[in-house]
């Protein structure tokens, strides 16, 4: 019997190649339609799920697609319409991230649009894992939870940015604040992560623990990690897409 899955995403740890236990992140803001996520941490990238998803042949592309996406200077209407079609939030709509209070210059845009290429360019697959996020965790972030517990497999790429690529990020994420149009980019390190309790949503605690872990970053063991949530590493991202619908009864997808 196939295992049941909600839906597929692929995401990108990006990290600095020469000290790999700082990375770039986003922090969900209170606007995201499930409490759980709220005020953590997620990695860039998103679901294969929607319209635009249908182009995609596999979670490579989904990463791609999501990140070309998601980090910009533009600021559009959120909304929660992947969530909706994955059948784990009601639909809600989100108000647009804030504007950058410093416009950005053509040299700043490119710049940009340089650092997308290379997330890309240098994405290399770490592991497929299926996260599970249970119902008492759902009902931890909000008493009033109506919904059920969820899991989905996802993709992961490790993204080392060489130093003048990672030079040139901390420079546009020290002069905006935020790189993206819908969460709150930031910077930071397994040890600030540590020692702040920054936690991570959906299951990525574990799997960026394993990260670090994988880097010789043994002491990634003290990460903050959220209650009643599972992860499960279950092999190398495969080939496209219609293998994962052989082998996984995959209940929400283009």
């Known amino acids: 019997m196939k295992r049941k899955v909600n839906g597929l995403a692929s995401v990108g740890i990006i990290y600095r190649a020469k000290n790999p236990s700082q990375i770039f992140i986003e922090i969900k803001d209170d606007g995201h339609p499930i409490k759980h996520a709220r005020r953590k941490g997620c990695f860039i990238g998103g679901n294969w799920i929607g319209e635009n998803a249908k182009e995609d ?7 791609r697609r999501e990140l070309r996406e998601e980090i910009s200077f533009d600021r559009p209407m959120r909304n929660s319409l992947d969530y909706v079609l994955l059948g784990v939030a009601s639909e809600e709509s989100f108000e647009p991230t804030p504007e950058p209070t410093i416009q950005p210059t ?5 710049s940009l649009a340089h650092l997308k290429k290379m997330m890309t360019v240098f994405a290399l697959p770490f592991g497929d894992y299926i996260n599970t996020i249970t119902k008492v965790a759902l009902n931890a972030s909000d008493p009033n939870n109506t919904r059920e517990g ?12 060489n130093e003048e690529d990672w030079t040139l990020l901390e420079s546009l994420q020290r002069k905006f604040n935020n790189l993206s149009n819908e969460s709150i980019t ?9 020692e702040k309790r920054i936690e991570m949503a959906f299951s990525h605690d574990r799997v960026l623990a394993n990260f670090f872990v994988s880097k010789r970053l043994l002491h990634a063991i003290n990460l903050p990690m959220v209650s009643d949530v599972f992860s499960e590493f279950v092999g190398s991202p495969m080939i496209d897409y219609p293998v994962y619908l052989e082998k996984y009864d995959v209940l929400r997808h283009p």
């Open 106 to 110: 053509q040299a700043d845009k490119e």
């Open 150 to 161: 969820f899991s989905a497999l996802v993709s992961y790429w490790q993204v080392g940015l």
């Open 57 to 63: 042949k596999r979670p490579y592309h989904t990463y």
């Open 186 to 194: 930031m910077i930071t390190s397994l040890e600030e992560m540590i």
